[in-house]
Each structure stands twice: as C-alpha cells, then as structure tokens.
C-alpha cells in the first residue's frame, strides 16, 4: 500500500523539546529523529521510476568524480 496522497497532506506538528527530551532513553526506532541523512535536500515529490532514475544518475556521476580525482594522484 505505501503512503497515499491522503497520508501526504495530513499535518502533524513536531515539538522536539517535549517529544525528544533529555531525560528519555534514546531508542533507534522509537525516539531518533534523524540517522545523519540529508533529508532537508528533498524539495520534490517524484514517482519511484524517477527517483530510480535521478540516483543512478547521481551515483555514476559521483563516481566518475571519484575516478577524477583519482588521476591526479596517478592511480
């Protein structure tokens, strides 16, 4: 089923100073917010072929940039 457009547009504020304080034990699936992962660069909504899309296409980018840098060091 996944997320429907009505789950999308249902609001629910996030109060992370009553939600998430100090005095609660973290637990990974419970009360962590966030992993490290960019999520503020999300600006769009795409359809999973073009997400598909759009990562293959970063990820031979980022490695070609890779293979860049790489020649400057003769390897």
Known sequence: ?????????????????????????????KTIWSA?????????NPSISEL????KREFKSAIENQYKLLEQYGL
């Open 36 to 44: 490290g992962h960019g999520v503020a660069k999300i600006t769009d």
């Open 1 to 29: 089923m996944g997320i429907t457009q009505e789950m999308w547009k249902l609001a629910s504020p996030i109060d992370f100073g009553n939600e998430l304080t100090a005095s609660e034990e973290a637990k990974a699936w």
């Open 52 to 55: 598909v899309s759009r990562l």
